[in-house]
Protein backbone atom coordinates (compact mmCIF):
# COMPACT_ATOMS: atom_id res chain seq x y z
CA UNK A 1 0.00 0.00 0.00
CA UNK A 2 2.72 2.33 1.04
CA UNK A 3 4.18 1.50 -2.40
CA UNK A 4 1.98 2.80 -4.36
CA UNK A 5 1.36 6.18 -2.52
CA UNK A 6 5.03 6.87 -3.07
CA UNK A 7 4.86 5.50 -6.49
CA UNK A 8 1.93 8.16 -6.99
CA UNK A 9 3.85 11.15 -5.99
CA UNK A 10 6.86 10.54 -7.65
CA UNK A 11 4.92 10.26 -10.50
CA UNK A 12 3.05 13.32 -9.75
CA UNK A 13 5.89 15.21 -8.69
CA UNK A 14 7.86 14.23 -12.13
CA UNK A 15 4.78 14.68 -14.50
CA UNK A 16 3.33 17.71 -13.07
CA UNK A 17 6.99 19.67 -13.34
CA UNK A 18 7.03 18.64 -17.24
CA UNK A 19 3.35 19.27 -17.80
CA UNK A 20 2.41 22.05 -15.72
CA UNK A 21 2.45 24.86 -19.09
CA UNK A 22 0.61 22.49 -21.10
CA UNK A 23 -2.80 23.43 -21.41
CA UNK A 24 -6.26 21.19 -22.08
CA UNK A 25 -7.52 23.33 -25.03
CA UNK A 26 -5.82 21.90 -28.38
CA UNK A 27 -3.19 24.73 -29.27
CA UNK A 28 -3.81 25.53 -32.75
CA UNK A 29 -1.41 22.53 -33.88
CA UNK A 30 -1.05 19.34 -32.08
CA UNK A 31 2.29 19.12 -30.66
CA UNK A 32 4.39 15.22 -30.26
CA UNK A 33 4.91 15.12 -26.64
CA UNK A 34 6.54 11.40 -26.79
CA UNK A 35 8.38 9.55 -29.26
CA UNK A 36 8.43 6.02 -28.94
CA UNK A 37 9.92 3.99 -30.94
CA UNK A 38 8.32 5.04 -34.61
CA UNK A 39 5.84 6.07 -32.46
CA UNK A 40 3.89 8.96 -31.20
CA UNK A 41 1.83 10.74 -28.41
CA UNK A 42 0.43 13.79 -29.43
CA UNK A 43 -1.40 16.88 -27.15
CA UNK A 44 -4.69 15.82 -28.86
CA UNK A 45 -4.25 12.46 -28.12
CA UNK A 46 -3.15 13.20 -24.89
CA UNK A 47 -6.90 15.53 -24.42
CA UNK A 48 -8.70 13.00 -25.94
CA UNK A 49 -7.74 10.62 -23.63
CA UNK A 50 -8.54 12.85 -20.54
CA UNK A 51 -11.70 14.06 -22.09
CA UNK A 52 -12.69 10.36 -22.51
CA UNK A 53 -11.44 9.18 -18.87
CA UNK A 54 -13.67 8.81 -15.78
CA UNK A 55 -12.79 12.34 -14.19
CA UNK A 56 -13.14 14.13 -17.39
CA UNK A 57 -15.94 16.26 -15.53
CA UNK A 58 -13.84 16.98 -11.89
CA UNK A 59 -10.68 17.50 -14.40
CA UNK A 60 -12.23 20.55 -15.94
CA UNK A 61 -12.85 21.99 -12.31
CA UNK A 62 -9.01 21.48 -10.91
CA UNK A 63 -6.31 23.92 -10.77
CA UNK A 64 -3.77 24.20 -13.00
CA UNK A 65 -1.16 22.64 -10.97
CA UNK A 66 -3.45 19.11 -10.55
CA UNK A 67 -4.51 19.42 -13.90
CA UNK A 68 -0.72 19.06 -14.96
CA UNK A 69 -0.31 16.25 -12.43
CA UNK A 70 -3.05 14.25 -14.17
CA UNK A 71 -2.09 15.43 -17.32
CA UNK A 72 1.36 13.56 -16.63
CA UNK A 73 0.12 10.80 -15.10
CA UNK A 74 -2.33 10.49 -18.33
CA UNK A 75 0.25 10.48 -21.20
CA UNK A 76 2.76 8.58 -18.50
CA UNK A 77 0.01 5.14 -19.88
CA UNK A 78 0.06 6.69 -23.21
CA UNK A 79 3.30 6.11 -23.41
CA UNK A 80 3.14 2.83 -21.88
CA UNK A 81 0.18 1.49 -24.13
CA UNK A 82 3.02 2.18 -27.13
CA UNK A 83 5.36 0.63 -25.58
CA UNK A 84 3.15 -2.51 -24.91
CA UNK A 85 1.93 -1.92 -28.49
CA UNK A 86 5.57 -2.42 -30.01
CA UNK A 87 6.36 -5.19 -27.82
CA UNK A 88 3.22 -6.81 -29.05
CA UNK A 89 4.08 -6.11 -32.85
CA UNK A 90 7.76 -7.71 -32.00
CA UNK A 91 6.39 -10.61 -31.03
CA UNK A 92 3.81 -11.00 -33.43
CA UNK A 93 0.41 -10.98 -31.69
CA UNK A 94 -0.90 -8.94 -34.25
CA UNK A 95 -0.54 -11.90 -36.47
CA UNK A 96 -2.05 -14.70 -34.00
CA UNK A 97 -5.76 -15.78 -35.25
CA UNK A 98 -7.50 -14.65 -31.80
CA UNK A 99 -6.24 -11.31 -32.48
CA UNK A 100 -7.60 -11.51 -36.09
CA UNK A 101 -10.56 -12.83 -35.19
CA UNK A 102 -10.98 -10.46 -32.21
CA UNK A 103 -10.40 -7.70 -35.02
CA UNK A 104 -12.89 -9.37 -37.64
CA UNK A 105 -16.14 -9.26 -34.76
CA UNK A 106 -15.44 -5.71 -33.91
CA UNK A 107 -15.75 -4.58 -37.37
CA UNK A 108 -18.64 -6.47 -38.21
CA UNK A 109 -20.33 -4.83 -34.85
CA UNK A 110 -19.11 -1.71 -36.28
CA UNK A 111 -20.92 -2.06 -39.89
CA UNK A 112 -23.67 -3.26 -38.24
CA UNK A 113 -24.48 -1.00 -35.67
CA UNK A 114 -23.50 1.76 -39.11
CA UNK A 115 -26.38 0.34 -41.19
CA UNK A 116 -29.14 -0.14 -38.45
CA UNK A 117 -27.93 3.54 -37.29
CA UNK A 118 -28.97 4.61 -41.44
CA UNK A 119 -32.12 2.59 -40.69
CA UNK A 120 -33.07 4.32 -37.73
CA UNK A 121 -32.36 7.97 -39.58
CA UNK A 122 -34.73 6.60 -42.14
CA UNK A 123 -37.80 6.96 -40.23
CA UNK A 124 -39.39 10.34 -39.10
CA UNK A 125 -42.19 10.93 -37.55
CA UNK A 126 -45.31 11.77 -39.54
CA UNK A 127 -46.24 15.59 -39.98
CA UNK A 128 -49.91 15.44 -38.13
CA UNK A 129 -48.89 12.50 -35.78
CA UNK A 130 -45.71 15.15 -35.01
CA UNK A 131 -48.55 17.59 -34.42
CA UNK A 132 -50.76 14.85 -32.21
CA UNK A 133 -47.90 14.59 -29.59
CA UNK A 134 -47.32 18.23 -29.14
CA UNK A 135 -51.02 18.54 -28.74
CA UNK A 136 -51.00 15.71 -26.15
CA UNK A 137 -47.67 16.92 -24.47
CA UNK A 138 -48.85 20.86 -24.08
CA UNK A 139 -45.15 21.64 -24.60
CA UNK A 140 -43.64 19.81 -21.97
CA UNK A 141 -40.27 19.50 -23.56
CA UNK A 142 -39.04 16.04 -21.87
CA UNK A 143 -42.69 14.85 -22.88
CA UNK A 144 -42.19 15.74 -26.52
CA UNK A 145 -38.73 13.73 -27.12
CA UNK A 146 -39.63 10.79 -25.42
CA UNK A 147 -42.99 10.75 -27.35
CA UNK A 148 -40.92 10.93 -30.39
CA UNK A 149 -38.12 8.57 -29.50
CA UNK A 150 -40.72 5.93 -28.45
CA UNK A 151 -42.57 6.49 -31.79
CA UNK A 152 -39.52 5.62 -33.96
CA UNK A 153 -38.12 2.89 -31.48
CA UNK A 154 -41.52 1.35 -32.37
CA UNK A 155 -41.04 2.13 -35.95
CA UNK A 156 -37.41 0.64 -35.98
CA UNK A 157 -38.27 -2.44 -34.79
CA UNK A 158 -40.92 -2.98 -37.49
CA UNK A 159 -38.23 -2.10 -40.20
CA UNK A 160 -35.55 -4.12 -38.71
CA UNK A 161 -37.51 -7.44 -38.50
CA UNK A 162 -38.82 -6.67 -42.58
CA UNK A 163 -35.17 -5.76 -43.57
CA UNK A 164 -34.03 -8.88 -41.97
CA UNK A 165 -36.57 -11.28 -43.36
CA UNK A 166 -35.83 -9.76 -47.10
CA UNK A 167 -31.73 -10.50 -46.12
CA UNK A 168 -32.44 -14.08 -45.05
CA UNK A 169 -34.72 -14.47 -48.44
CA UNK A 170 -32.64 -13.03 -50.20
CA UNK A 171 -29.35 -15.07 -49.13
CA UNK A 172 -31.47 -18.30 -48.84
CA UNK A 173 -30.59 -19.04 -45.59
CA UNK A 174 -31.57 -22.67 -44.12
CA UNK A 175 -31.11 -23.50 -40.50
CA UNK A 176 -30.10 -26.41 -39.36
CA UNK A 177 -31.24 -26.58 -35.48
CA UNK A 178 -32.07 -30.26 -35.37
CA UNK A 179 -27.66 -30.62 -35.42
CA UNK A 180 -27.69 -29.11 -32.08
CA UNK A 181 -27.26 -32.39 -29.94
CA UNK A 182 -24.55 -33.99 -27.75
CA UNK A 183 -21.50 -35.04 -29.84
CA UNK A 184 -21.74 -31.71 -31.82
CA UNK A 185 -18.31 -31.26 -33.95
CA UNK A 186 -16.97 -28.26 -33.49
CA UNK A 187 -17.43 -27.68 -37.83
CA UNK A 188 -20.91 -28.42 -37.57
CA UNK A 189 -22.65 -26.05 -39.77
CA UNK A 190 -25.93 -25.19 -38.05
CA UNK A 191 -26.80 -22.11 -40.25
CA UNK A 192 -25.91 -21.30 -44.40
CA UNK A 193 -27.00 -19.31 -46.83
CA UNK A 194 -25.39 -18.13 -50.02
CA UNK A 195 -22.58 -15.29 -48.33
CA UNK A 196 -21.78 -17.08 -45.06
CA UNK A 197 -22.09 -19.96 -43.04
CA UNK A 198 -21.97 -20.62 -39.11
CA UNK A 199 -20.19 -23.53 -37.96
CA UNK A 200 -20.69 -24.87 -33.95
CA UNK A 201 -17.42 -23.46 -33.28
CA UNK A 202 -18.23 -19.73 -34.08
CA UNK A 203 -20.52 -19.66 -31.67
CA UNK A 204 -19.78 -21.85 -28.79
CA UNK A 205 -15.71 -21.58 -27.53
CA UNK A 206 -14.82 -25.26 -26.87
CA UNK A 207 -12.57 -23.59 -24.25
CA UNK A 208 -15.01 -22.10 -22.50
CA UNK A 209 -17.88 -25.34 -22.69
CA UNK A 210 -16.62 -28.73 -22.31
CA UNK A 211 -19.76 -30.01 -22.57
CA UNK A 212 -23.21 -29.46 -24.42
CA UNK A 213 -25.00 -26.20 -23.17
CA UNK A 214 -27.99 -25.39 -22.95
CA UNK A 215 -29.76 -26.02 -26.47
CA UNK A 216 -32.17 -22.71 -26.17
CA UNK A 217 -29.15 -20.86 -25.47
CA UNK A 218 -26.98 -21.82 -28.36
CA UNK A 219 -29.92 -21.42 -30.58
CA UNK A 220 -30.28 -17.50 -29.26
CA UNK A 221 -26.29 -17.12 -30.21
CA UNK A 222 -26.56 -18.88 -33.61
CA UNK A 223 -29.50 -16.42 -34.24
CA UNK A 224 -27.36 -13.01 -33.62
CA UNK A 225 -24.69 -14.68 -35.05
CA UNK A 226 -26.68 -14.93 -37.82
CA UNK A 227 -28.01 -11.35 -37.82
CA UNK A 228 -24.70 -10.21 -37.46
CA UNK A 229 -23.67 -11.73 -40.47
CA UNK A 230 -26.33 -10.77 -42.49
CA UNK A 231 -26.49 -7.58 -41.77
CA UNK A 232 -22.59 -7.00 -42.13
CA UNK A 233 -22.92 -8.37 -45.39
CA UNK A 234 -25.14 -6.36 -46.51
CA UNK A 235 -23.16 -3.34 -45.39
CA UNK A 236 -20.34 -4.06 -46.83
CA UNK A 237 -21.88 -4.27 -50.07
CA UNK A 238 -22.91 -0.87 -49.20
CA UNK A 239 -19.06 -0.10 -48.78
CA UNK A 240 -19.62 1.46 -45.49
CA UNK A 241 -16.35 2.50 -44.50
CA UNK A 242 -15.73 2.08 -40.40
CA UNK A 243 -11.74 2.11 -40.78
CA UNK A 244 -11.42 5.43 -38.70
CA UNK A 245 -13.28 2.96 -35.59
CA UNK A 246 -11.74 0.15 -36.55
CA UNK A 247 -8.04 1.84 -36.40
CA UNK A 248 -8.58 3.26 -32.82
CA UNK A 249 -9.65 -0.33 -31.80
CA UNK A 250 -6.92 -1.71 -32.46
CA UNK A 251 -4.68 0.69 -31.13
CA UNK A 252 -6.37 -0.40 -27.99
CA UNK A 253 -6.60 -3.61 -28.25
CA UNK A 254 -3.11 -4.65 -28.95
CA UNK A 255 -1.15 -3.04 -26.25
CA UNK A 256 -4.28 -4.65 -23.67
CA UNK A 257 -3.74 -8.27 -25.44
CA UNK A 258 0.08 -7.81 -24.91
CA UNK A 259 -1.01 -7.07 -21.04
CA UNK A 260 -3.52 -9.86 -20.82
CA UNK A 261 -0.59 -12.17 -22.21
CA UNK A 262 1.72 -11.03 -20.03
CA UNK A 263 -0.36 -11.33 -16.90
CA UNK A 264 -1.03 -14.82 -17.63
CA UNK A 265 2.59 -15.44 -17.77
CA UNK A 266 2.96 -13.57 -14.31
CA UNK A 267 0.12 -15.54 -12.93
CA UNK A 268 0.48 -18.79 -14.47
CA UNK A 269 -1.85 -20.66 -12.64
CA UNK A 270 -3.93 -20.44 -9.22
CA UNK A 271 -1.07 -21.37 -7.46
CA UNK A 272 0.71 -18.08 -8.29
CA UNK A 273 -1.82 -16.44 -6.44
CA UNK A 274 -1.77 -19.09 -3.27
CA UNK A 275 1.45 -18.54 -2.94
CA UNK A 276 1.81 -15.03 -2.99
CA UNK A 277 -1.38 -14.69 -0.33
CA UNK A 278 0.88 -17.16 1.97
CA UNK A 279 3.78 -14.49 1.57
CA UNK A 280 1.81 -11.54 1.99
CA UNK A 281 -1.09 -12.64 4.92
CA UNK A 282 -1.50 -8.97 5.56
CA UNK A 283 -3.55 -8.27 2.92
CA UNK A 284 -6.46 -10.72 4.02
CA UNK A 285 -6.03 -8.84 7.14
CA UNK A 286 -9.23 -6.39 8.23
CA UNK A 287 -7.29 -4.39 11.30
CA UNK A 288 -8.83 -3.70 14.80
CA UNK A 289 -11.05 -0.57 14.91
CA UNK A 290 -11.29 1.29 17.96
CA UNK A 291 -14.07 3.86 18.74
CA UNK A 292 -11.84 6.66 20.64
CA UNK A 293 -12.49 9.53 23.03
CA UNK A 294 -10.38 11.91 23.73
CA UNK A 295 -8.86 14.72 25.99
CA UNK A 296 -6.00 17.01 25.03
CA UNK A 297 -4.18 19.81 26.77
CA UNK A 298 -0.89 21.77 26.61
CA UNK A 299 0.95 20.56 30.28
CA UNK A 300 0.85 17.09 32.55
CA UNK A 301 -0.03 18.82 35.34
CA UNK A 302 -3.19 19.41 33.76
CA UNK A 303 -3.49 16.45 31.88
CA UNK A 304 -2.96 14.55 35.67
CA UNK A 305 -5.67 16.99 37.18
CA UNK A 306 -8.32 16.35 34.70
CA UNK A 307 -7.44 12.47 34.92
CA UNK A 308 -7.92 12.55 38.60
CA UNK A 309 -11.07 14.23 38.43
CA UNK A 310 -12.38 11.38 35.67
CA UNK A 311 -11.09 8.54 38.34
CA UNK A 312 -13.61 10.28 40.78
CA UNK A 313 -16.40 10.01 38.62
CA UNK A 314 -16.31 12.84 36.00
CA UNK A 315 -16.84 12.24 32.55
CA UNK A 316 -14.11 12.76 30.16
CA UNK A 317 -16.12 13.54 27.27
CA UNK A 318 -17.28 16.92 29.30
CA UNK A 319 -14.16 17.46 30.45
CA UNK A 320 -12.60 17.47 26.95
CA UNK A 321 -15.57 19.74 25.67
CA UNK A 322 -14.64 22.36 28.23
CA UNK A 323 -10.40 21.99 28.50
CA UNK A 324 -9.65 20.28 25.53
CA UNK A 325 -6.97 22.41 23.52
CA UNK A 326 -7.90 20.73 20.10
CA UNK A 327 -10.75 23.02 18.74
CA UNK A 328 -12.11 19.84 16.89
CA UNK A 329 -12.18 17.46 19.84
CA UNK A 330 -13.67 20.00 22.41
CA UNK A 331 -16.42 20.88 19.46
CA UNK A 332 -17.43 17.50 19.44
CA UNK A 333 -17.11 16.72 23.28
CA UNK A 334 -13.86 14.71 22.70
CA UNK A 335 -15.58 12.07 20.55
CA UNK A 336 -13.39 11.85 17.95
CA UNK A 337 -14.66 8.80 16.52
CA UNK A 338 -13.23 5.49 14.84
CA UNK A 339 -9.51 4.81 14.30
CA UNK A 340 -8.04 1.91 12.32
CA UNK A 341 -5.35 0.51 14.58
CA UNK A 342 -2.01 0.92 13.36
CA UNK A 343 -2.34 4.98 11.51
CA UNK A 344 -2.55 7.91 13.41
CA UNK A 345 -0.22 9.05 16.40
CA UNK A 346 2.13 6.08 17.05
CA UNK A 347 1.85 6.81 20.98
CA UNK A 348 -2.12 6.90 21.37
CA UNK A 349 -2.27 3.82 19.05
CA UNK A 350 -0.03 1.83 20.96
CA UNK A 351 -2.27 2.98 24.05
CA UNK A 352 -5.08 2.36 22.70
CA UNK A 353 -4.76 -0.99 21.95
CA UNK A 354 -3.87 -2.07 25.55
CA UNK A 355 -6.28 0.01 27.04
CA UNK A 356 -9.21 -1.40 28.75
CA UNK A 357 -12.47 -0.38 27.66
CA UNK A 358 -14.55 2.06 29.37
CA UNK A 359 -10.92 3.10 31.92
CA UNK A 360 -9.34 6.33 31.28
CA UNK A 361 -5.30 5.91 29.88
CA UNK A 362 -2.28 6.86 31.95
CA UNK A 363 -1.25 10.53 30.54
CA UNK A 364 0.69 10.28 27.35
CA UNK A 365 2.91 12.94 25.56
CA UNK A 366 2.81 13.21 21.99
CA UNK A 367 4.05 16.43 19.95
CA UNK A 368 0.38 17.36 19.88
CA UNK A 369 0.38 17.24 24.27
CA UNK A 370 -0.86 15.36 27.06
CA UNK A 371 -3.69 13.14 26.08
CA UNK A 372 -6.38 10.84 28.09
CA UNK A 373 -7.96 8.10 26.24
CA UNK A 374 -10.60 6.06 26.33
CA UNK A 375 -11.60 3.26 24.27
CA UNK A 376 -15.69 3.42 24.05
CA UNK A 377 -15.73 0.21 21.73
CA UNK A 378 -13.90 -1.42 19.36
CA UNK A 379 -14.03 -4.09 16.10
CA UNK A 380 -11.67 -6.59 16.63
CA UNK A 381 -9.11 -7.55 13.75
CA UNK A 382 -10.59 -10.16 11.18
CA UNK A 383 -9.21 -11.70 8.23
CA UNK A 384 -11.09 -11.68 4.78
CA UNK A 385 -11.16 -15.45 2.94
CA UNK A 386 -8.75 -16.06 0.16
CA UNK A 387 -11.46 -15.53 -2.32
CA UNK A 388 -12.35 -12.30 -0.49
CA UNK A 389 -8.99 -10.94 -1.93
CA UNK A 390 -8.07 -13.25 -4.81
CA UNK A 391 -8.69 -10.54 -7.81
CA UNK A 392 -6.99 -7.80 -5.36
CA UNK A 393 -3.78 -10.02 -5.15
CA UNK A 394 -3.81 -10.27 -8.70
CA UNK A 395 -4.10 -6.73 -9.20
CA UNK A 396 -1.13 -6.57 -6.49
CA UNK A 397 0.90 -8.56 -8.19
CA UNK A 398 0.23 -6.98 -11.68
CA UNK A 399 1.19 -4.12 -10.01
CA UNK A 400 4.33 -5.40 -9.16
CA UNK A 401 5.31 -6.73 -12.10
CA UNK A 402 4.20 -3.98 -14.44
CA UNK A 403 7.13 -1.10 -13.38
CA UNK A 404 10.24 -2.92 -14.13
CA UNK A 405 7.91 -4.60 -17.15
CA UNK A 406 7.45 -1.41 -18.53
CA UNK A 407 11.44 -0.62 -17.67
CA UNK A 408 12.48 -3.15 -19.78
CA UNK A 409 10.42 -1.68 -22.59
CA UNK A 410 11.37 1.99 -22.57
CA UNK A 411 15.34 0.14 -22.16
CA UNK A 412 14.46 -2.01 -25.78
CA UNK A 413 12.33 0.73 -27.41
CA UNK A 414 13.89 4.52 -27.65
CA UNK A 415 11.65 6.99 -25.71
CA UNK A 416 11.96 10.99 -26.15
CA UNK A 417 9.85 13.58 -24.56
CA UNK A 418 9.02 16.92 -25.95
CA UNK A 419 7.17 18.43 -22.94
CA UNK A 420 7.99 22.13 -20.82
CA UNK A 421 10.14 21.82 -17.95
CA UNK A 422 8.10 24.19 -15.57
CA UNK A 423 8.80 25.54 -12.13
CA UNK A 424 9.56 23.55 -9.41
CA UNK A 425 7.08 24.65 -7.41
CA UNK A 426 4.42 23.67 -8.91
CA UNK A 427 5.27 20.10 -8.36
CA UNK A 428 5.95 20.98 -4.93
CA UNK A 429 2.05 22.09 -4.71
CA UNK A 430 1.05 18.89 -6.09
CA UNK A 431 3.29 16.92 -3.65
CA UNK A 432 1.21 18.41 -1.20
CA UNK A 433 -2.75 17.63 -2.05
CA UNK B 1 -54.60 2.00 -35.93
CA UNK B 2 -53.58 5.68 -34.43
CA UNK B 3 -55.56 5.63 -31.48
CA UNK B 4 -53.50 2.77 -29.86
CA UNK B 5 -50.46 4.41 -31.58
CA UNK B 6 -50.97 7.66 -29.62
CA UNK B 7 -51.71 5.83 -26.39
CA UNK B 8 -48.43 3.76 -25.62
CA UNK B 9 -46.07 6.05 -27.67
CA UNK B 10 -48.16 8.79 -24.71
CA UNK B 11 -47.07 5.75 -21.94
CA UNK B 12 -43.65 5.20 -22.96
CA UNK B 13 -43.38 8.71 -22.89
CA UNK B 14 -44.32 9.31 -19.54
CA UNK B 15 -41.85 6.50 -18.73
CA UNK B 16 -39.26 7.89 -20.48
CA UNK B 17 -39.31 11.55 -19.32
CA UNK B 18 -39.69 10.55 -15.56
CA UNK B 19 -36.24 8.83 -16.04
CA UNK B 20 -34.82 11.66 -17.70
CA UNK B 21 -35.79 13.77 -14.66
CA UNK B 22 -34.07 11.09 -12.52
CA UNK B 23 -30.95 11.35 -14.78
CA UNK B 24 -30.57 14.87 -14.13
CA UNK B 25 -28.65 16.33 -10.95
CA UNK B 26 -30.63 17.53 -7.89
CA UNK B 27 -29.25 20.54 -6.06
CA UNK B 28 -32.40 19.88 -3.91
CA UNK B 29 -31.77 18.31 -0.80
CA UNK B 30 -35.34 16.94 -0.51
CA UNK B 31 -36.24 14.20 -2.79
CA UNK B 32 -37.36 14.13 -6.43
CA UNK B 33 -40.93 13.74 -7.40
CA UNK B 34 -41.25 10.90 -9.72
CA UNK B 35 -42.93 12.86 -12.25
CA UNK B 36 -42.76 16.65 -11.50
CA UNK B 37 -45.05 19.00 -13.86
CA UNK B 38 -44.17 19.99 -17.21
CA UNK B 39 -42.25 23.48 -17.74
CA UNK B 40 -42.17 25.11 -20.58
CA UNK B 41 -43.36 28.14 -22.68
CA UNK B 42 -45.78 30.05 -20.62
CA UNK B 43 -45.74 27.13 -17.70
CA UNK B 44 -45.35 29.66 -14.89
CA UNK B 45 -48.32 30.98 -13.75
CA UNK B 46 -48.47 34.82 -14.25
CA UNK B 47 -49.30 36.35 -10.78
CA UNK B 48 -52.92 39.09 -11.35
CA UNK B 49 -51.74 41.96 -11.88
CA UNK B 50 -48.27 43.84 -13.91
CA UNK B 51 -47.36 41.16 -16.45
CA UNK B 52 -44.47 38.39 -15.11
CA UNK B 53 -41.48 39.31 -17.04
CA UNK B 54 -37.95 39.22 -16.10
CA UNK B 55 -37.34 42.59 -15.32
CA UNK B 56 -40.56 42.47 -12.56
CA UNK B 57 -39.11 39.39 -10.78
CA UNK B 58 -37.17 39.87 -7.47
CA UNK B 59 -33.65 41.65 -9.34
CA UNK B 60 -30.44 39.41 -7.89
CA UNK B 61 -27.37 40.88 -7.94
CA UNK B 62 -24.34 38.29 -8.23
CA UNK B 63 -20.59 38.74 -8.17
CA UNK B 64 -19.05 38.01 -11.61
CA UNK B 65 -15.69 35.81 -12.62
CA UNK B 66 -14.71 38.92 -13.87
CA UNK B 67 -14.43 40.90 -10.17
CA UNK B 68 -17.74 42.89 -11.18
CA UNK B 69 -21.57 42.68 -9.33
CA UNK B 70 -23.81 41.83 -11.90
CA UNK B 71 -27.70 42.19 -12.49
CA UNK B 72 -29.61 40.22 -15.32
CA UNK B 73 -31.13 43.59 -16.68
CA UNK B 74 -27.47 44.55 -17.67
CA UNK B 75 -28.76 42.32 -20.67
CA UNK B 76 -31.88 44.24 -21.43
CA UNK B 77 -33.14 43.76 -25.67
CA UNK B 78 -30.58 40.83 -25.70
CA UNK B 79 -32.27 37.18 -26.14
CA UNK B 80 -31.05 36.00 -22.79
CA UNK B 81 -29.97 32.41 -21.97
CA UNK B 82 -29.66 32.09 -18.03
CA UNK B 83 -28.06 28.68 -17.31
CA UNK B 84 -27.87 27.35 -13.81
CA UNK B 85 -24.83 25.08 -13.34
CA UNK B 86 -22.45 23.19 -11.37
CA UNK B 87 -18.90 22.41 -11.98
CA UNK B 88 -19.21 18.61 -10.50
CA UNK B 89 -22.33 18.01 -12.56
CA UNK B 90 -21.02 16.36 -16.35
CA UNK B 91 -24.30 16.83 -18.21
CA UNK B 92 -23.84 20.90 -17.09
CA UNK B 93 -20.39 20.46 -18.88
CA UNK B 94 -21.55 19.09 -22.08
CA UNK B 95 -23.86 21.81 -22.32
CA UNK B 96 -21.49 24.37 -21.83
CA UNK B 97 -19.52 23.11 -24.74
CA UNK B 98 -22.76 24.02 -27.38
CA UNK B 99 -23.66 26.88 -25.23
CA UNK B 100 -20.12 28.32 -26.17
CA UNK B 101 -20.10 27.68 -29.93
CA UNK B 102 -23.86 29.16 -29.75
CA UNK B 103 -22.96 32.70 -27.82
CA UNK B 104 -19.98 32.46 -30.95
CA UNK B 105 -22.44 31.65 -33.42
CA UNK B 106 -25.23 34.58 -32.26
CA UNK B 107 -23.37 37.11 -30.83
CA UNK B 108 -24.22 39.71 -33.52
CA UNK B 109 -28.25 38.57 -33.25
CA UNK B 110 -28.07 39.38 -29.87
CA UNK B 111 -27.98 36.33 -28.00
CA UNK B 112 -26.75 36.53 -24.57
CA UNK B 113 -25.57 33.28 -22.65
CA UNK B 114 -25.45 33.78 -18.86
CA UNK B 115 -23.92 31.18 -16.50
CA UNK B 116 -25.54 30.80 -13.29
CA UNK B 117 -22.91 28.67 -11.29
CA UNK B 118 -23.90 27.41 -7.92
CA UNK B 119 -20.49 26.61 -7.11
CA UNK B 120 -17.54 27.28 -5.47
CA UNK B 121 -15.64 30.59 -7.20
CA UNK B 122 -12.66 28.98 -7.99
CA UNK B 123 -14.14 25.68 -9.08
CA UNK B 124 -16.15 27.93 -11.27
CA UNK B 125 -13.18 30.02 -12.34
CA UNK B 126 -11.18 26.69 -13.46
CA UNK B 127 -14.08 25.17 -15.71
CA UNK B 128 -13.87 28.65 -17.39
CA UNK B 129 -10.25 28.95 -18.13
CA UNK B 130 -10.23 24.70 -18.81
CA UNK B 131 -13.70 25.04 -21.37
CA UNK B 132 -12.44 28.71 -22.36
CA UNK B 133 -16.11 29.82 -21.79
CA UNK B 134 -17.05 32.92 -23.73
CA UNK B 135 -19.96 34.61 -21.94
CA UNK B 136 -20.53 35.49 -18.31
CA UNK B 137 -20.51 33.64 -15.08
CA UNK B 138 -21.83 34.52 -11.95
CA UNK B 139 -21.27 33.02 -8.46
CA UNK B 140 -24.12 31.88 -6.44
CA UNK B 141 -22.64 30.16 -3.85
CA UNK B 142 -25.45 26.76 -3.46
CA UNK B 143 -25.52 27.37 0.23
CA UNK B 144 -26.63 30.57 0.16
CA UNK B 145 -28.80 30.69 -3.56
CA UNK B 146 -30.68 27.49 -3.21
CA UNK B 147 -33.70 29.40 -3.75
CA UNK B 148 -32.67 30.98 -6.81
CA UNK B 149 -33.29 28.29 -9.03
CA UNK B 150 -36.67 27.74 -7.41
CA UNK B 151 -37.66 31.45 -7.65
CA UNK B 152 -36.94 31.02 -11.59
CA UNK B 153 -39.66 27.55 -12.13
CA UNK B 154 -37.53 24.97 -11.45
CA UNK B 155 -39.24 23.78 -8.09
CA UNK B 156 -37.01 20.82 -7.87
CA UNK B 157 -33.66 22.21 -8.27
CA UNK B 158 -32.22 19.48 -10.69
CA UNK B 159 -29.50 21.11 -13.16
CA UNK B 160 -28.57 21.94 -15.65
CA UNK B 161 -31.63 24.07 -16.31
CA UNK B 162 -31.94 26.82 -18.59
CA UNK B 163 -34.38 29.95 -18.88
CA UNK B 164 -34.93 31.65 -21.81
CA UNK B 165 -35.53 35.31 -22.49
CA UNK B 166 -36.88 37.25 -25.12
CA UNK B 167 -36.16 41.08 -25.61
CA UNK B 168 -39.03 41.95 -23.83
CA UNK B 169 -37.91 40.28 -21.09
CA UNK B 170 -40.59 37.64 -21.62
CA UNK B 171 -39.92 34.16 -20.79
CA UNK B 172 -40.41 32.44 -23.68
CA UNK B 173 -39.19 28.74 -22.47
CA UNK B 174 -37.42 26.94 -19.72
CA UNK B 175 -35.58 23.95 -20.06
CA UNK B 176 -34.30 21.21 -17.33
CA UNK B 177 -31.24 18.64 -18.27
CA UNK B 178 -29.13 19.51 -21.07
CA UNK B 179 -30.32 21.77 -23.69
CA UNK B 180 -29.23 20.34 -27.26
CA UNK B 181 -29.02 22.19 -30.51
CA UNK B 182 -33.00 20.76 -31.64
CA UNK B 183 -34.18 22.64 -28.57
CA UNK B 184 -32.44 25.33 -29.33
CA UNK B 185 -33.07 26.02 -32.86
CA UNK B 186 -37.03 25.20 -32.22
CA UNK B 187 -37.04 27.75 -28.73
CA UNK B 188 -34.22 30.41 -29.28
CA UNK B 189 -33.85 30.68 -32.98
CA UNK B 190 -36.79 32.03 -33.31
CA UNK B 191 -36.29 34.35 -31.06
CA UNK B 192 -33.10 35.75 -32.71
CA UNK B 193 -34.04 37.00 -35.64
CA UNK B 194 -36.33 39.46 -34.88
CA UNK B 195 -34.34 42.76 -34.25
CA UNK B 196 -35.45 44.84 -31.51
Known sequence: MR??????LIKAMTWAALLAASQLPAIAASQVLASIGA???TSDELNAAIASSPFSTQFAAMNEDDQAGLRGDMLRRLVASRLLTLEAQRLGLDKSSDYRQDIENFRLGLVYRHYMDKLRERIVVPPDTLAEMKQQMKGDADGLAAAKAAYISNQYKLLKQTTLENLKNQDHVVLHEERIKPGIKPDTVLMEGKSFHIKYADIVNPREHSTLPNPEWIKEQLYKRGELLLIANAADKLGVDVSGKLKQYQ????????????TREWISSEKTLHDWFDKHPEVATIPERRHIGQLVVATRKEA???RARILKGESLFTLAGQYSIDPLGRKQNGDIGWLVAGRGMPELDRASAKLEDGKVSDVIETRAGFHLLTVLERQPMSRKTYAGVRDRIAQLIINEKLPPYLGDLERRYKVSWNVIQARDDSAQKVLKQ | MFRSGTLSFLFVAAVLAAGTTVAGVSL?????????????????NPPAGPPDTAWSREAFSLPGLDGVKHTLAEWKGKVIMLNFWATWCPSCQTEISDFIAFQEE???QGLQVVGLGLDVEQKLRNVQRTLEINYPILVADPARHANLI?????????IPYTVVIDREGQIIYTHRGPLHRDA?????LPLLSGKH
Do not use: C, H
Open chain 1, 304 to 306: EAL
Open chain 2, 150 to 158: RQWGNSSGV
Open chain 1, 251 to 262: KERLPALMLETK
Open chain 1, 3 to 8: MKIDTK
Open chain 2, 106 to 108: YRA
Open chain 2, 184 to 188: FDENV
Open chain 1, 39 to 41: MQV
Open chain 2, 28 to 44: AAESIPARTPPQAAGAM
